[in-house]
């Protein structure tokens, strides 16, 4: 049994099926990669898994949860956590405020409206641990808003660990990024999958043949193929579609 | 903030407050000593305008709600006195609460079904039901319609109080106020301040992170209108009488107003415009009956030159680091 499955899953938005049946499945340990052309549903496919968009039809369990039916701030706690193509920090707060204000969502009721939250030291502690995690204990007092692109992405994945997730949607992470930030983001990505399952976006094909299992190509809202890396290079249609007609040459 | 920096007069800035509330509690004992008897009613009212303020820039301010309407608690909490009054009930504390009560109450109606909108949808959403608040006011035959109604008994405070001093009522007004200002600048740096600021900030963010997000910004909205309704029941006393009028939306806009004048999401936002608001609409009013437009210009003024409100400007001034 998959640890993550999605099951017949289906978005429309008026006249357009962006997601046309999709089934896909996580195992627990694994990196899979959803790759596809711009317009394929990607982006689709990661809200209504995590829940922003509700899906018209098909079935979401995860770890044996039927998420379905569950708004988005509950499917986080039962262990799904997600990151943003843009990158989403919250960028007037320093970073220890921003990795505090993610650490008490999973701690205790946020309804506590008297004693003053920056004295709660287990807060305090999880945020430099989930800094220290990502490589932020340096820049802990830093406006999130000031700091390089790549180091906010790296905050954004810290956020979304803050929760502890058994599956991590990650939208993108390498986008937007320099070769060098790419490369502190893959093994970050490669770090984290022996303690969760990882749901990789990715349009650096370099990045998902580095860290993927497995790769699911999206096309037109439905999954062509899925397999290792392998077997995607080598299926015809993928070329065609996605890799461009001259990798067959 | 996990390390609050050092203001550049820290003795200052922690006095200033008290020392504030020292001259106001002072102020009707030294006023008619200056001829200023008539003020100290003006101060009252400015304290009860200052306590709805409060309440909207903790919605607006912390919370991002934008709401056009909140001159309608304020109405609610009014007309909540009258109800009670013209039902045979003369306390004066009965008659807040409930006022706060039954706004609170009105708040959760309309919250909830206007949180689920956003931004252009619910300003309008809010504006729609402070108005049907206001028309609701002008139909009811029995609490006068558009005449309004006069409180002409001012409500019992208890033999105690009421026995006391001439002017009990503005320290009451005052105690009220100060504990409103100081329970809002408390809950702002509780977890719930941080995640009502997080949502203002990152609403999509917050929800992914695992935020009941409609729920705590129902609690906020809920909390603002009883303290609006609260300010209306003390402004029902305050005046000695009520109309629709003071739920009418432009009131709402007022309020809205003086409170971004202020500082919107500022510690002092709130009660600084409504000062600044009051006090030059009552200097104006002295030597001109065309004393909005001076008002108007003041409004430009603070837009081109402080947008983010005149706390903010002081704070600048006086190096202290933003408390947003």
């Known amino acids: 049994m998959s640890l993550f499955r999605a099951e017949g899953l289906v978005k429309r938005f008026g006249g357009l099926l962006a997601t046309d049946h999709v089934d896909l499945a996580v195992e627990a340990g694994e990196i899979h990669a959803l790759i596809g052309p711009n317009g394929?549903?990607?982006?689709?496919?990661?809200?209504?898994?995590?829940?922003?968009?509700?899906?018209?039809a098909g079935r979401i369990v995860l770890d044996g949860v039927d998420l379905t039916a569950l708004a988005?701030?509950?499917?986080?706690?039962?262990?799904?956590?997600?990151?943003?193509?843009?990158?989403?920090?919250?960028?007037?707060?320093?970073?220890?405020?921003?990795?505090?204000?993610?650490a008490q969502a999973h701690a205790g009721s946020s309804f506590r409206c008297l004693a003053r939250r920056d004295a709660e030291h287990a807060l305090q502690q999880r945020a430099e641990a989930l800094a220290q995690r990502v490589g932020l204990a340096d820049v802990l007092e830093r406006n999130?808003?000031?700091?390089?692109?790549?180091?906010?992405?790296r905050l954004d994945v810290a956020l979304a660990l803050a929760s502890r997730p058994k599956l991590l949607l990650l939208d993108?992470?390498?986008?937007?990024?320099?070769?060098?930030?790419?490369?502190?983001?893959?093994?970050?990505?490669?770090?984290?999958a022996s303690e969760m399952a990882i749901l990789l976006i990715e349009h650096d094909m370099d990045a998902v043949f580095q860290l993927a299992d497995r790769i699911s190509v999206l096309v037109y809202g439905k999954v062509l193929t899925s397999g290792d890396a392998e077997h995607v290079k080598g299926h015809p249609e993928v070329q065609s579609v996605y890799l461009g007609t001259e990798a067959r040459a | 903030?996990?390390?609050?920096?050092?203001?550049?007069?820290?003795?200052?800035?922690?006095?200033?407050?008290?020392?504030?509330?020292?001259?106001?509690?002072?102020?009707?004992?030294?006023?008619?000593?200056?001829?200023l008897e008539y003020y100290v009613g003006f101060v009252r009212r400015l304290l009860i305008v200052a306590i709805a303020a409060t309440s909207l820039n903790f919605i607006l301010g912390y919370g991002g709600m934008a709401a056009l309407g909140h001159a309608g608690f304020i109405g609610v909490g009014a007309y909540t006195v009258v109800a009670l009054v013209e039902a045979g009930s003369a306390s004066a504390w009965l008659a807040w609460g409930g006022a706060a009560v039954v706004a609170a109450l009105a708040a959760a109606a309309i919250g909830a079904v206007s949180l689920r909108t956003r931004g252009v949808y619910f300003i309008m959403i809010t504006l729609a039901f402070a108005q049907m608040l206001y028309y609701l006011a002008v139909s009811l035959r029995t609490y006068g319609?558009?005449?309004?109604?006069?409180?002409?008994?001012?409500?019992?405070?208890?033999?105690?109080?009421?026995?006391?001093?001439?002017?009990?009522?503005?320290?009451?007004?005052?105690?009220?106020?100060?504990?409103?200002f100081a329970l809002f600048s408390r809950v702002a740096h509780s977890r719930y301040g941080h995640a009502l600021r997080g949502i203002r900030d990152n609403e999509t963010r917050m929800v992914a992170l695992g935020y009941p997000v409609y729920r705590l910004k129902l609690a906020g909205f809920v909390a603002a209108g009883a303290v609006a309704g609260l300010a209306g029941g003390l402004l029902a006393s305050h005046n000695a009488f009520v109309s629709p009028g003071m739920m009418h939306w432009t009131q709402?806009?007022?309020?809205?107003?003086?409170?971004?004048?202020?500082?919107?999401?500022?510690?002092?936002?709130?009660?600084?415009?409504?000062?600044?608001?009051?006090?030059?609409?009552?200097?104006?009013?002295?030597?001109?009956?065309?004393?909005h437009w001076p008002l108007g210009v003041l409004l430009l003024l603070v837009v081109f030159h402080a947008p983010q409100g005149l706390a903010a400007l002081l704070e600048r001034r006086g190096g202290k680091e933003a408390t947003r």
């Open chain 2, 145 to 180: 319609g558009d005449d309004g109604y006069g409180l002409y008994t001012p409500l019992e405070m208890g033999a105690w109080l009421d026995g006391a001093h001439p002017q009990v009522f503005y320290w009451v007004v005052l105690a009220i106020a100060a504990g409103v």
């Open chain 1, 144 to 153: 999130a808003g000031t700091l390089a692109h790549g180091v906010q992405k």
């Open chain 1, 40 to 56: 394929a549903g990607k982006s689709t496919l990661v809200n209504l898994v995590s829940g922003l968009l509700p899906a018209d």
């Open chain 1, 72 to 102: 988005p701030h509950v499917r986080s706690r039962f262990g799904l956590a997600r990151c943003f193509q843009i990158t989403s920090v919250f960028g007037n707060d320093s970073v220890r405020d921003n990795l505090v204000l993610a």
């Open chain 2, 252 to 291: 709402s806009a007022l309020l809205l107003v003086m409170v971004m004048l202020g500082g919107l999401g500022r510690r002092w936002g709130a009660p600084l415009g409504v000062a600044l608001w009051l006090t030059l609409e009552e200097v104006l009013k002295m030597y001109t009956d065309y004393w």
């Open chain 2, 1 to 35: 903030m996990a390390f609050d920096r050092p203001a550049h007069f820290p003795g200052l800035s922690r006095r200033l407050p008290w020392l504030v509330l020292a001259l106001l509690a002072a102020f009707p004992l030294i006023a008619p000593a200056f001829g």
């Open chain 1, 172 to 192: 993108e992470p390498m986008a937007g990024m320099g070769p060098e930030d790419s490369q502190q983001m893959v093994a970050l990505i490669r770090s984290l």
